[in-house]
Structures are given as C-alpha cells and as structure tokens.
C-alpha cells in the first residue's frame, strides 16, 4: 500500500491482587515488611501508534506520481468539502484536467492540466509546468502545498489511504515541499509501505513460540495435577 505506515500496539498491566501489601506491619512490634506479593491479572491494548519512519521510493516512470521524501502529507479535498491528508502520491489527471488521486479527490490547491499538454514535469520544491503544443517555454500551472503537523500520530484513519485531523495531531501547519519542516517531492515514484516483511514474520514466529510454550506449561500442570489426585 503506498505511503502506508506500520502500526505498534502499547500495552497496560490491569489492577493487582495484593496477598501481602508492602509497608505493612508484620508483627505487633510494628516491623514493616520490605517487599509484599501482588498478583496480577493480565494486561490490555493501550493504544496503537503510527511509526513514521521513511519508506522505500518504488520507480514508476508516470509524470503524476510523486514520492514524498521527509516530512509531510499531500492535501487532499474529500466529497464532504473537509480535508484529508495522505502521503500515497499515486496522481491521475481527472476529465476536467484536475490533478486527483486514485479515487478522484482533488489534490489541493486544485491544479489543472490544459487538454492540449504534452508533458507535465513537478520539480522538488511542488512546482508544476506543462509543455503546452506550439509553446517553446513550459507553463506554470500552480504550487502543491503540503501539510504537517505537531504529533503525526495523532492523526485519525479514515480509509482510503487518507488520515484526518483531530485534537490529539493538533491543527495544520502548511508550506510548499522543501521547505523548512517539509520533504521535497520526487516525481515518478511513489512511497512503498514502511512494513518490513521479514522482521513482521519474525515476530509472528516468536509470538506462536510463546503461545506453544504457553500451551505447554498449561498442558504439564494439568498432567501433575492429575497425577496428584490420583495418588492414594
């Protein structure tokens, strides 16, 4: 998926069962006992966190296809009028000439390719010409703009590859591609998945280990169990 980024669960231990509470007196003369015996009850999914981290650029060879490298997200007009942000810059052109993405949301500022353009070339810093027929000089066709933002993890999933503002990401703050505070754009290639495969399977791996491992001490202290109630 382009522009994805991988996503890390954070965990919280639940409430303690206190057997013996440390700090309490241990006998009359007011001894006080320098550790105590909690038992715990499993553990929950605090929250997930988005890793920001850099993928790879993927070579496409199509004009419209814009990679984002360093910080910030393409702005991107939804059908509601608000506002979403993504950093999957697969672009198409739309019928009326509009740069739009996959799904045919304008890609802000809202920038239109002349019918009768023969190229379109977008340098780093968002600037997009079109050599026009008849033209010797390529034509300005307008500046993409991009957005960042305080706390990228706090931005919401809305699906489609797009990502919506709230409190926690805190609002905007807009510039052109490189910038201070924004990557520069590569055009003809896209951002892959920050997902890496192998160390996603390696995790898998260990995670079933524990879980057999798991399984087995269970499967062992049932056996004993069994085997004490049997004794005569």
């Keep these: 998926t382009n522009g994805y980024k991988r996503q890390r669960t954070q965990f919280q231990d639940l409430l303690y069962q206190d057997l013996r509470r440390v700090g309490t007196n ?47 997200f393409f702005q991107i007009t939804m059908p509601d009028g608000n506002t979403g942000y993504t950093r999957d810059g697969s672009l198409q052109i739309s019928q009326t000439g509009t740069i739009v993405t996959s799904d045919g949301y304008t890609v802000q500022p809202g920038i239109t390719v002349p019918s009768d353009a023969l190229g379109v070339t977008i340098n780093e810093s968002g600037q997009v010409f079109a050599k026009i027929d008849g033209q010797v000089a390529e034509s300005n066709l307008g500046q993409i703009q991009m957005a960042n933002f305080a706390n990228p993890a706090g931005l919401e999933n809305l699906g489609n590859n797009l990502l919506g503002e709230t409190s926690a990401s805190g609002a905007p703050t807009t510039g052109t591609p490189g910038s ?50 049997n004794v005569r």
């Excluded at 505070?181 to 524990?210: C, K, M, Y």
């Design 26 to 72: 241990s006998s009359d003369a007011g001894t006080i006992l320098p550790s105590g015996i909690q038992l715990g009850v499993g553990v929950r999914i605090a929250s997930t966190y988005r890793v920001s981290e850099q993928g790879s650029m993927i070579l496409t060879d199509n004009p419209l296809d814009l990679g984002i490298r360093g910080s910030g």
């Design 180 to 229: 201070a505070g924004f990557g520069g754009l590569l055009q003809g290639f896209v951002e892959s998945s920050n997902v890496d495969p192998v160390h996603e399977i390696t995790d898998l791996i260990t995670a079933q280990r524990a879980y057999e491992l798991n399984s087995k001490i269970i499967e062992t202290s049932d056996q004993m169990m069994a085997t004490a109630n």
